[in-house]
């Protein structure tokens, strides 16, 4: 005789993959169960309140998209309010507009219509002869040319990645945003913003009146875990899923600094990144201009990109021919289950944006129920 599960569902994973399939599966009447092995829900999204400023724990998260839809979704849960993302570069103590705009060939070259800037960008493409690029550095030149490239991108990309641009395959850089209009508005996307009161807000309203277990690592009682649910939503590393059976998949991790500062404005803007190779940081983010804060104190990240290592957070997938190789044995393993479902950035080992690990969790959760 089959006995009934205490739980339809099974959450590995309080982020917002997980949350939003909870959110999905309650509203269905369907009971879930969601562990996490951190001691917060939320996963990279979440926010902890110091000095009355909402700290992105993991990273600035901005909230970004051109889907109607995900964007009133979202804002079902909380408001979002105006942010516009406009970071600003610290080359040598030199500033500069991004992304690539007229503001920065202003600044690069005093040039102040677009036909100077094309003609600029083109004059120090036509002398590098670039014809087939074999690496990064030659792709990113033949874009961009020289200044841009030196300043901008050459030093920021070898520190995220740790390793020299002519180490680093051309693919990275398919196309470089280049806009010929002073506009220092970083995302194309028509909707933008930070939810009012920060990240929690949106993922605490989504797992409203669901059952959350934290300090709980899903892999330290694995079978007793999976006999409590008739399905399992699994949102951690796939390879550590499957035990690692076809190897191990890489990351790029990050560390962060944070520190409260004694006065009222730092910097003066949400993100500046540091793109000299000699500073080990890539950004310092000054969290308070995200919600425009007025607080008398002032908290700031420092983010250095790091090696990763089993112990570490990971972060961005190395999507490289030998691990997208890997994850595609795994991936077969994941699409003969029928009582698993696997789902966003580590069990898809696929980079995401927010609002694309929402619409993935809503495509799953309408592919699994039919509706």
Request: hydrophobic share 30%.
């Amino acid at each position: 005789m089959k006995t009934e599960k205490e739980y339809d569902y099974l959450i590995v994973g309080a982020g917002l993959f997980g949350s939003v399939f909870a959110h999905e599966a309650k509203k269905r009447g369907k009971k879930c169960l969601i562990i996490d092995r951190r001691s917060h829900s939320g996963g990279n999204i979440y926010c902890e309140n110091i000095e009355g400023i909402n700290v992105h724990k993991y990273g600035a998260h901005i909230f970004h998209t051109n889907d109607k839809e995900i964007w009133e979704y979202v804002n079902s849960f909380v408001e979002f309010n105006r942010y516009t993302n406009t970071p600003v570069a610290n080359y040598k103590g030199e500033l500069y507009n991004l992304p690539f705009n007229m503001n920065t060939f202003y600044q690069l070259w005093k040039v102040k219509t677009p036909k100077e800037a094309k003609e600029k960008i083109q004059s120090q493409i036509d002398q590098l002869s670039i014809k087939e690029p074999s690496n990064l550095e030659e792709q990113a030149l033949s874009l961009i040319g020289t200044d841009i490239y030196e300043k901008l991108i050459k030093g920021y990309t070898e520190k995220q990645w740790g390793r020299s641009a002519t180490e680093l395959p051309a693919f990275i850089i398919k196309r470089l945003p280049v806009r010929f209009t002073f506009d220092n508005n970083y995302f194309n996307d028509k909707y933008q913003g930070i939810p009012i009161g920060g990240y929690n807000k949106l993922t605490e309203a989504l797992i409203e009146g669901v059952e959350v277990r934290l300090n709980t690592d899903f892999f330290e009682n694995r079978e007793e875990w999976e006999s409590k649910a008739e399905n399992v939503v699994f949102t951690g590393k796939i390879d550590q899923y499957y035990d690692f059976q076809f190897g191990q998949l890489e990351y790029r991790s990050l560390e962060f600094e944070h520190d409260v500062l004694d006065e009222e404005n730092h910097q003066g803007n949400a993100v500046v990144n540091y793109t000299e190779r000699e500073i080990p940081y890539t950004r310092i983010i000054e969290h308070k201009h995200f919600e425009f804060g007025t607080q008398p104190k002032t908290v700031v990240t420092k983010e250095y990109p790091a090696d990763w290592t089993p112990e570490k957070e990971p972060y961005y997938p190395i999507n490289d021919n030998k691990n997208n190789e890997t994850y595609r044995q795994y991936k077969e393993l994941a699409d003969k289950e029928e009582k698993i479902i696997f789902g966003g950035r580590l069990a898809e080992y696929k980079y995401y944006d927010m609002h694309q690990i929402i619409g993935s969790a809503l495509k799953k959760v309408k592919d699994h129920f039919g509706a």
